[in-house]
C-alpha cells in the first residue's frame, strides 16, 4: 500500500523557517514526479513546488520563488520541502503528493494519485 506521510508543520513568527518532510512507503519512486500542495479554506489546493525525482528537475509557484526548496533523498525515499522567510499568507495545511509520471509543469492537484493527510503551517505576524 502506497503512503505518504507529512511531518514539519508548525507555527513560526513571520520571516521563520521550517522544513516538511514527506516519507513514501509502499515503493520506491525513481522517476515520479513528487509535489508539495497547499490549502487554505474556500480555496482551491495549489501547487507550491514539484520535483522530478529521476532527473532532479524542480518547479516553482511565483508565490514561493527564492523563498522555498524542495529536495529529495532518495535513499530515505523522503522528500522535503525547505521553507524560509516565511509570511503570514503562506499558512496553510501543506500537502506531500505524488504521480508516476513526469512533471514539466506544475500540474493541477487533480493529476496527482497519491496524497498524505497534511501537516498544519501557521506563520503569525
Known amino acids: 500500500q502506497v503512503q505518504l506521510v507529512e511531518s514539519g508543520g508548525g507555527s513560526v513568527q513571520a520571516g521563520g523557517s521550517l522544513r516538511l518532510s514527506c516519507v513514501v512507503s509502499?515503493?520506491?519512486?525513481?522517476?515520479?514526479?513528487m509535489g508539495w500542495f497547499r490549502q487554505v479554506p474556500e480555496k482551491e489546493r495549489e501547487g507550491v513546488a514539484v520535483?522530478?525525482?529521476?532527473?532532479?528537475?524542480?518547479l516553482y509557484a511565483d508565490s514561493v520563488k527564492g523563498r522555498f526548496t524542495i529536495s529529495q533523498d532518495n535513499a530515505k525515499n523522503t522528500v522535503y520541502l525547505q521553507m524560509n522567510s516565511l509570511k503570514p499568507e503562506d499558512t496553510a495545511m501543506y500537502y506531500c503528493?505524488?504521480?508516476?509520471?513526469?512533471?514539466?509543469?506544475?500540474?493541477?492537484?487533480?493529476?496527482?494519485?497519491?496524497w498524505g493527510r497534511g501537516t498544519q503551517v501557521t506563520v503569525s505576524s
Open positions: 520535483i522530478n525525482t529521476g532527473d532532479g528537475s524542480t
Open positions: 509502499g515503493y520506491k519512486y525513481s522517476r515520479d514526479c
Open positions: 503528493a505524488a504521480t508516476m509520471y513526469y512533471c514539466a509543469v506544475i500540474p493541477r492537484a487533480s493529476s496527482f494519485k497519491y
